[in-house]
């Protein structure tokens, strides 16, 4: 394919040489036509009738007297090089002539002479031009022929020739001048269009293209630039809109992973491998991930806004899937499935029930002694002794405060939970705290023999925070060890103050906890021995209100404990440990 450059020049070329060639058939038609004209003008002011009259007087003097008479005269201007006269008989033989021919040809006009009439049809194609006139005497009849070869008008015609050849070929030099000029004109900002096409094709929208005019291509230019900056925008848009969700797809909690129509694996986030715990490649089969919870046939044939839920486990995590197909270009695309973790709605569910149900078991169990023990004393009436009768209000009276240390500290979780428990602060000693504590379970140890240590090193800081909650977790630690410690045991408190921390720790060498019922130790309601701790008048929730207290603070509590060789409980607390809101 030709450029646009040469096809403008060609063009302009076969333009020129259309316009030079019909110019030039004009002309050399005009002059043939201006000759011809001629011609039959000026015979039909030679022969006129007072003429054939004149020339029919002199026919009977012969042909050669007409001849002569014919080309005496000045109108007709016979020249035998270029135009003859002739004498021919009433049947068109030639009898006389100009120059030395022998016959003539009979032509058209010829033939209407011999008919007697004057014969002067023209004929633009015809080589000649010629007049047959016919001539009357009174003994015979004669055709007056007159002929012109047109040599004059083919002479001018091939003058005009020579003409219009030299001035085709300056035309055509000036065309193909201009030509280039003008298709310089048009295809530079052509060229530059096409060159700012294919920079965005490739991506490239920061060149601008020049305007060099006001016409239409400048308009073009002007609207081709607005164009390039509005896809640059609208790219980086959709750049940045890509970038947010590939952000947010990477980043989400959910787990995301989308099938092709023929089951194949095209996309999934980390999440998702994460919370199957498994290798998530591309062209995973649908089948070996979801085909027991949905078969692939059923979600792609799923109305729309439709979907299959099933909640699963993998490993130690419940999980929640969601699937549902996708549609591409409103066609069915795959299958999108979306993993939500719901293990710990659903331990706190667990939780819940379990909490609701120790709650129950708690309450029930003192609230059906002093059921029993009441009855017994209304059905008894007077028939009871003085000493069971106190022994059963005795028993009455334990329940009824065990039921209210339950409640109370069922209170005391829930102000932790809501954040109402209010702290007060103040400044005490550490030592000061700990001797108390020591002085005021030192008896209670010793009623079960148990050897109480109370290991506290010099220059034990002063501390902040709320002295009686401190107290109530370390006492509430205390009262465990006794409790849980077989009678003639050992029990060490001790402290520790290290930089900007102190440490408080309770040890003994009693029963222990198993190692599987370490991580519950601070569940609430949680015992790991539930029979001895009911009899002891344990709630479960000690440790509970223990770690919330210790949290408040901004510290930590730890267990270590071995089955069997005993348990050691470290409660470490900042010296600033509860500040001025």
């Known amino acids: 394919m030709r450029s ?140 007056v022929y007159i002929v012109d ?52 094709a490739s991506g490239d929208f920061t060149q601008h293209i020049e305007v060099h005019s006001g016409d239409e291509i400048g308009v073009l230019t002007e609207n081709f630039n607005h164009m390039a900056g509005v896809l640059q925008r609208t790219l980086d848009e959709i750049e940045n809109e890509k970038n947010k969700l590939s952000t947010l797809f990477l980043h989400m909690t959910d787990g995301v ?29 649908y089948g070996g991930i979801f085909g027991t919870i949905a078969p692939l046939d059923l ?51 667990e939780v819940r029930r379990e909490f609701v149900s120790n709650v129950s078991h708690e309450l029930r169990t003192p609230l059906t002694n002093i059921k029993s023990y009441t009855e017994t004393l209304i059905d008894s009436g007077d028939s009871l002794d003085p000493e069971t009768r106190n022994r059963f209000l005795s028993v009455i009276l334990n329940e009824t405060d065990r039921t209210t240390r339950i409640v109370k500290d069922l209170l005391t979780l829930s102000r932790f939970d809501y954040g109402r428990m209010e702290m007060s602060r103040s400044e005490f000693s550490l030592d000061k705290c700990l001797r108390g504590l020591y002085e005021a379970v030192l008896l209670d140890a010793r009623s079960h023999r148990h050897d109480l240590v109370l290991d506290l090193p010099e220059g034990l800081p002063v501390i902040t925070g709320d002295k009686m909650r401190i107290e109530q977790v370390v006492l509430n630690i205390l009262s465990n060890s006794i409790k849980y410690t077989p009678d003639g045991g050992r029990i060490v408190l001790g402290a520790r103050h290290l930089y900007d921390m102190v440490s408080i720790s309770v040890e003994d060498n009693g029963i222990g906890i198993p190692t599987e019922d370490l991580p519950r130790i601070f569940e609430r309601f949680y015992r790991v021995d539930k029979a001895r701790s009911r009899q002891s008048g344990g709630t479960g929730l000690g440790l509970s209100i223990a770690r919330e207290i210790v949290n408040l603070h901004g510290g930590d509590i730890r267990v270590e404990s071995t089955y069997g060789s005993g348990t050691k409980i470290t409660v470490t607390l900042p010296v600033e440990g509860l500040r001025d809101e």
Do not use: W
């Not at 007697?116 to 080589?127: D, P, T, W």
């Not at 099938?259 to 089969?285: C, K, V």
């Not at 999980?319 to 499935?337: D, H, K, N, Y």
């Open 4 to 143: 646009l450059r040469s096809k403008l020049v060609l063009i302009m070329v076969l333009l020129i040489i259309a316009i030079v060639l019909v110019v030039g058939a004009f002309l050399i038609n005009g002059v043939s036509s201006f000759y011809m004209n001629q011609f039959y003008s000026q015979m039909s002011g030679v022969f006129t009738q007072d003429y054939i009259r004149e020339l029919d007087q002199l026919a009977p003097e012969g042909p050669e007297r007409l001849k002569e008479t014919l080309m005496s005269s000045s109108g007709l201007n016979i020249d035998i090089n270029t135009r003859n006269v002739y004498i021919l008989d009433e049947n068109g033989r030639l009898l006389a002539g100009s120059d030395e021919a022998e016959s003539i040809t009979a032509t058209e006009n010829v033939l209407t002479a011999v008919s007697g009439q004057v014969g002067q049809k023209k004929s633009i194609v015809s080589e000649y031009m010629d007049v047959a006139v016919p001539v009357s005497g009174d003994e015979s009849s004669y055709i």
């Open 149 to 200: 070869n047109r040599a004059t008008a083919d002479e001018l015609s091939a003058e005009i020739l020579t003409i219009i050849l030299p001035a085709l070929g300056v035309g055509l030099l000036f065309s193909i001048l201009l030509s280039l000029i003008l298709a310089n004109i048009v295809i530079r900002p052509i060229s530059d269009l096409t060159d700012g096409a294919q920079r965005v």
């Open 257 to 285: 992973i989308a099938f092709s129509r023929d089951g194949h694996l095209i996309h999934s986030n980390p999440a998702a491998a994460s919370m199957l715990s498994a290798e998530l490649a591309e062209g995973t089969p």
């Open 299 to 349: 979600v792609l044939d799923l109305p729309s806004a439709e979907f299959f839920t099933e909640d699963i486990t993998a490993g130690e995590r419940s999980l929640e899937v969601c699937i549902a197909p996708f549609s591409r270009e409103g066609e069915q695309g795959g299958v999108l499935a979306v993993i939500h973790d719901v293990t710990e709605q659903v331990r706190t569910e």
